[in-house]
């Protein structure tokens, strides 16, 4: 999936992660794309809190060697 933005929030802890990504998703027109690279486990959980409460769609998370992937699309 060709993503419009990415986000490096390695080593950052809640809320960081969240805060960047909000304030990133501002900055983006309806419909783009931001992928978020978190180490933190709790951002899981975060992120999929975070989509529903603002309306943006939570698309796909994964993990793997320590980092999780949040991809988050515009409402």
Same mark, same amino acid.
């Given at each position: $999936?060709?993503?419009? /933005?990415?986000? =490096? *929030? &390695?080593?950052?802890?809640? !809320? +960081? !992660?969240?805060?960047? %990504?909000?304030? *990133?998703? *501002?900055? $983006? %027109?309806?419909?783009? +794309?931001? &992928?978020?690279?978190?180490? =933190? !486990?709790?951002?899981?959980? =975060? #992120?999929?809190? #975070? %989509?529903?409460?603002?309306?943006?769609?939570?698309?796909?998370? @994964?993990?793997?060697?320590?980092? #999780? @992937?949040?991809? +988050?699309?515009? /409402?």
């Amino acid at each position: $999936m060709e993503t419009t /933005r990415e986000l =490096d *929030a &390695r080593g950052l802890n809640c !809320p +960081l !992660p969240i805060l960047k %990504a909000k304030k *990133a998703l *501002a900055e $983006m %027109a309806s419909g783009e +794309l931001l &992928r978020v690279v978190s180490t =933190d !486990p709790g951002s899981v959980r =975060d #992120f999929q809190a #975070f %989509a529903r409460q603002t309306g943006n769609e939570l698309v796909e998370q @994964t993990s793997g060697g320590g980092d #999780f @992937t949040h991809l +988050l699309r515009r /409402r």
